[in-house]
Each structure stands twice: as structure tokens, then as C-alpha cells.
């Protein structure tokens, strides 16, 4: 695992927080960002996992788990520094397909889910990478607006981008 991937999955831990089971949050019980149907299907039980499973979570297995489920389908090693981060952070809070097809969205390639040489080719192309981030941002905001639960989650949501904005800000060399 890369260094800069390492750094990320500090920082959606840092978001994500520990263990929560709120009662309106579709995905149910949650731990380091990963859901009861995640950690289910990793461990191939045929179920979700049940509630003191997810709670039961380490921090070693998650990391394996958001790199594996997020990390490799954003082909998060082949995004420059800080797109990489902005887009695994929403592909681990919204689901990979989201987070790409926002990125394709915002650089002008096919919107299909499925980050590909274009894709990648349009990301490279993007000389203004805090435009790019800015531009993510507001997209994957109004993407949550019209979620039914933004009303229970939107403040949280809300600071977790302008968190996100500021710190990929901050990493532009």
C-alpha cells in the first residue's frame, strides 16, 4: 500500500469514526466507514454482518477492506495527488460508482462508473487540480441533497466535504 493511501485511509478513519448503528442510516451498523453488508459479503457469510460483528472490526481488516472495495476499483494509484483522496473519500461515504462517475462528470469523459484509460487520460489532463477538487466537492454535495436521509445527515455530510475540500486544498504543492 502506498504511502499517500496509507495517509487517506488515516484520514476517512478520521471522518468515518468508530462503531455507530443509527436507525435511519440505510447502511446500518458502521465501523471505519464500512457497512454491515460490506463486512458481510468480505467475509463471504452470505448475510450482512450482524451489529457486535461490525463492532468487532479492527483497524488492520478495515484498512484491507477499503483498500481492496475502494481503493482498487478508483484506481486510486494511478489519480494524482490530492484527486486520489477526494474521490476514495466519497467512493468510501457514497459507493466507487458514485465517486467515478463524479469525476468523470467533472473532467468531461464518458459518465459510466468505470474509471478507464479516458478517464484517467482527462484526470492527467486537469492542470487547476484545486478547481478539480473544488468542482468534486460541489458536485458530490448536490449528489447528497437529494439523498432522502440528507435531512438527518446533511450537517454531517456538509462538514465532512468543506473537511475534505480543505485538506485536499492543502496538499497542492
Known amino acids: 500500500m502506498s504511502d499517500t493511501l496509507a495517509q487517506s485511509i488515516k484520514l476517512v478513519f478520521g471522518s468515518e469514526g468508530g462503531y455507530v448503528n443509527h436507525p435511519r442510516d440505510p447502511g446500518g451498523a ?15 457469510l452470505g448475510r450482512k454482518a450482524m451489529p457486535p ?3 468487532a472490526l479492527t483497524l488492520a481488516e478495515a484498512t484491507r477492506i477499503l483498500d481492496k472495495q475502494y481503493a482498487q476499483p478508483i484506481r486510486y494509484a494511478e489519480l494524482p495527488s490530492p484527486i486520489d483522496y477526494v474521490v476514495f473519500d466519497e467512493a468510501v461515504n457514497s ?15 464518458k459518465v459510466d462508473g468505470n474509471i478507464g484509460i479516458n478517464t484517467l487520460r482527462a484526470v492527467q489532463g486537469i492542470n487547476d487540480r484545486a478547481a478539480l477538487v473544488r468542482k468534486l466537492c460541489t458536485r458530490r454535495l448536490s449528489f447528497m441533497r437529494r439523498l432522502k436521509t440528507w435531512v438527518t445527515f446533511g450537517r454531517g455530510w456538509t462538514n465532512r466535504v468543506n473537511h475534505v475540500q480543505a485538506t485536499a486544498l492543502a496538499m497542492i504543492k
Not at 457497512?35 to 463471504?44: E, I, N, S, V
Not at 459507493?95 to 469523459?109: E, F, N, T
Open 30 to 44: 458502521t465501523k471505519y466507514g464500512i457497512t454491515a453488508a460490506t463486512l458481510g459479503a468480505w467475509r463471504k
Open 53 to 55: 460483528e461490525v463492532a
Open 95 to 109: 459507493g466507487p460508482v458514485q465517486a467515478i462517475k463524479d469525476l468523470q462528470a467533472c473532467v468531461g469523459a
